[in-house]
Nanobody
Framework: QVQLVESGGGLVQAGGSLRLSCAAS????????MGWFRQAPGKERESVAA????????YYSDSVKGRFTISRDNAKNMMYLQMNSLKPEDTAVYYC???????????????????WGQGTQVTVSS
């Protein structure tokens, strides 16, 4: 079954940390670039981070740069998002996504991704 499954969300106080995981199955994980997105209630989906096939190149939105770290383990078909120094404005549902093989846009364009997980809720209390 071709799918992505996120886990690791939860409730944390401001300043705390969480590590999100994304498990891929049913396809060749190492052949695809990947990304993390999030969507807060009443807001549009926004890009968070992206990573190249082997993890050699990573990208972050300005809002999370320096606090979040994206990584992947191709041997385990897993991607991660380490989130430190969390803020209440980080509260959202976080999604992992697979980027299309032949790209036409940028890493932060959601239209560039063709497979999405169901999402995991992250809530940061003040």
């Amino acid at each position: 079954q071709v799918q992505l499954v996120e886990s690791g969300g939860g409730l944390v106080q401001a300043g705390g940390s969480l590590r999100l995981s994304c498990a891929a199955s049913g396809w060749t994980f190492s052949a695809y670039r990947m990304g993390w997105f999030r969507q807060a209630p009443g807001k549009e989906r926004e890009s968070v981070a992206a990573i190249s096939w082997n993890g050699g190149m990573v990208y972050y939105s300005d809002s999370v740069k320096g606090r979040f770290t994206i990584s992947r383990d191709n041997a385990k078909n897993m991607m991660y998002l380490q989130m430190n120094s969390l803020k209440p404005e980080d509260t959202a549902v976080y999604y992992c996504a697979r980027r299309v093989s032949i790209t036409r846009g940028t890493w932060y364009d959601g239209e560039e991704y063709d497979l999405w997980g169901q999402g995991t809720q992250v809530t940061v209390s003040s």
